[in-house]
């Protein structure tokens, strides 16, 4: 084999090697969107944490679009996003985009598809619901729960009370009966207070639950676990 036919064999690989590579970038770093055709349309959030230019807008599991802009106004309240959709994808006058963020501190915008027969023109507004981040879920159920069992442990202290004034009342007929009576009223009070706290906290508990949305970005907070672990 002459050095020639050595030379065009390893240009022929590196050529090749290249080809390949860009077709590897092309395939999944997603620059086959840079010529989609879009329109854009904006979002409004009470806040946006972890949202950038950039910022995956998916239906479905499925990208459909980007964050193009971020608009903030020190006259108005929220922030303004403005969004480049794909052409071939439409929206539906009531679909709601939320922000979901893992416990890694990625983000992305999911849009619920919404069921009006009626779909978004290019320059149309929808209002997103309040971001979804697990860290700060798992924060409000901590602060639910301390309440409710220091509003549990306040009433049982009370019941205490109530139960030591009537076993002195009936032992030694000292003391006010009216008085042991309202406090008794007072330790009831508070125990159906509770028992709302506590009700109130399961609600909430239910309601994380069953919000498919929410399901879903706690399995994939769960999923990242083992990896931060590591």
Partial sequence: MTDRQIQFRVGLFVISAMITGAGMIFQFGQLETLWKKKYTIAMRFESISGVHRGTPVVRHGIRIGEVDKIITSDSKPGVMLLVSINESQHLRKDARPQIVSSIMGDSKIVVEPGVSPDFLNPGDRLVGRESSDPMEMVYRMEQQVTK?????????????????????????????????????????????????????????????????????NLKRSMAAMPAMIE
């Fill in 148 to 216: 409710t069992l220091d509003a549990f442990s306040a009433t049982s202290q009370e019941w205490e009370k109530v139960a030591n004034n009537m076993n002195r009342l009936m032992e030694t007929k000292e003391g006010n009966l009216d008085v042991v009576i309202e406090r008794a009223a007072t330790s009831l009070e508070e125990f159906s207070l509770a028992m709302r706290k506590m009700n109130q906290m399961m609600t909430s508990v239910n309601q994380l639950v069953a919000d498919p949305v929410q399901q879903e």
